[in-house]
């Protein structure tokens, strides 16, 4: 009796325990699903964990700017690269022109240096015919100034004192006669006359001859004509006596003159009194005898 409470107790607890697991089946079935969950949430080497990144607002507006940067970045490449492309035409050209530029300088270097060298040739051809040619105008110039000297000596008046002789009179009073003539071919107008005798302790005379006086014939009557001639006389100072006079005895004349076409002329005339000859020589040379 004992033993069949025994079983039937046993029974009861068996019966007790599979309910119990019955309903405890679900519960321990949903762990271990949610081990397995976790475990496959954590990856293994069979199945490895993945991970998804959503990305947030932020990322997308950034990687928008970067998509749009490099698109700018594409552009700004590309026009570079066309810059540099054109640079390198231009560059190019440059080249070429300035290899042509060279080629002419070059040949303009060359033509100066000829065109200088026939320059300097001409130039010293021309330097020598100039001094050949100055040197026929200089003949030209010196035969046409001579002609001019010859016409202007020829076309003016010559004056000049001649016939110059003493005159002693016994009664009468002495002097010594001469004669004005224009020995040119044009008139002479006289400005100033200077004449006298004079005595003197030396060889030449101590002072030129005084200016003639208001009434004096050629102070009258001052222009000769061509070849025109007069006769004149000039008498002694007082005390001087030309013949007995033991000092010497000058008489001088100094004639200024102009023409119709010149001016400026001048003649003097000197003569010492010759004691031996009785008569009045030249005297002086040129110093006291010219004609300008």
């Given at each position: 009796?004992?033993?069949?409470?025994?079983?039937?107790?046993?029974l009861?607890?068996?019966?007790?325990?599979?309910?119990?697991s019955?309903?405890?089946?679900?519960?321990?079935?949903?762990?271990?699903?949610?081990?397995?969950?976790?475990?496959?949430?954590r990856?293994?080497?069979?199945?490895?964990?993945?991970?998804?990144?959503?990305p947030?607002?932020d990322?997308?507006?950034?990687?928008?700017?970067?998509?749009?940067?490099?698109?700018e970045?594409?552009?700004?490449?590309?026009?570079?690269?066309?810059?540099?492309?054109?640079?390198?035409?231009?560059?190019?050209?440059?080249?070429?022109?300035?290899?042509?530029?060279?080629?002419?300088?070059?040949?303009?270097?060359?033509?100066?240096?000829?065109q200088?060298?026939?320059?300097?040739?001409?130039?010293?051809?021309?330097a020598?015919?100039?001094?050949?040619?100055l040197?026929?105008?200089?003949?030209?110039?010196d035969?046409?100034?001579?002609?001019?000297?010859?016409?202007?000596?020829?076309?003016?008046?010559?004056?000049?004192?001649?016939?110059?002789?003493?005159?002693?009179?016994?009664?009468?009073?002495?002097?010594?006669?001469?004669?004005?003539?224009?020995y040119?071919e044009?008139?002479?107008?006289?400005?100033?006359?200077?004449?006298?005798?004079?005595?003197?302790?030396?060889?030449?005379?101590?002072?030129?001859?005084?200016?003639?006086?208001?009434?004096?014939?050629?102070?009258?009557?001052?222009?000769?004509?061509p070849?025109?001639?007069?006769?004149?006389?000039?008498?002694?100072?007082?005390?001087?006596?030309?013949?007995?006079?033991?000092?010497?005895?000058?008489?001088?004349?100094?004639?200024?003159?102009?023409?119709?076409?010149?001016?400026?002329?001048?003649s003097?005339?000197?003569?010492?009194?010759?004691?031996?000859?009785?008569?009045?020589?030249?005297?002086?040379?040129?110093?006291?005898?010219?004609?300008?």
């Amino acid at each position: 009796m004992l033993t069949v409470w025994r079983t039937v107790v046993l029974l009861g607890v068996v019966l007790l325990c599979g309910v119990s697991s019955s309903k405890e089946h679900p519960n321990t079935k949903a762990a271990e699903t949610g081990k397995n969950s976790e475990a496959e949430q954590r990856g293994s080497d069979s199945n490895p964990l993945t991970i998804k990144i959503l990305p947030s607002q932020d990322a997308e507006s950034n990687a928008a700017r970067e998509e749009q940067y490099k698109k700018e970045k594409v552009v700004q490449d590309q026009k570079l690269v066309d810059a540099t492309e054109e640079l390198r035409n231009s560059t190019e050209s440059l080249v070429i022109v300035t290899a042509i530029l060279a080629f002419f300088t070059a040949l303009l270097w060359v033509a100066t240096f000829i065109q200088a060298r026939v320059t300097k040739k001409t130039a010293d051809q021309q330097a020598k015919d100039m001094q050949v040619s100055l040197g026929i105008a200089k003949q030209s110039a010196d035969a046409a100034s001579a002609t001019a000297r010859t016409l202007v000596s020829s076309q003016r008046p010559y004056i000049y004192v001649v016939k110059v002789s003493h005159v002693e009179h016994e009664i009468l009073d002495s002097y010594t006669q001469y004669t004005i003539v224009n020995y040119g071919e044009l008139p002479a107008i006289i400005e100033k006359l200077q004449v006298g005798i004079s005595t003197s302790q030396g060889a030449e005379p101590d002072d030129p001859p005084i200016f003639a006086t208001f009434d004096h014939p050629v102070v009258l009557s001052p222009v000769f004509l061509p070849s025109e001639d007069r006769e004149l006389r000039e008498f002694p100072p007082g005390g001087i006596s030309v013949t007995r006079e033991t000092r010497e005895v000058f008489f001088q004349v100094i004639i200024r003159y102009n023409g119709p076409i010149t001016t400026g002329h001048e003649s003097a005339f000197c003569w010492r009194f010759d004691k031996t000859s009785k008569n009045f020589v030249p005297f002086g040379g040129d110093k006291y005898s010219y004609t300008k």
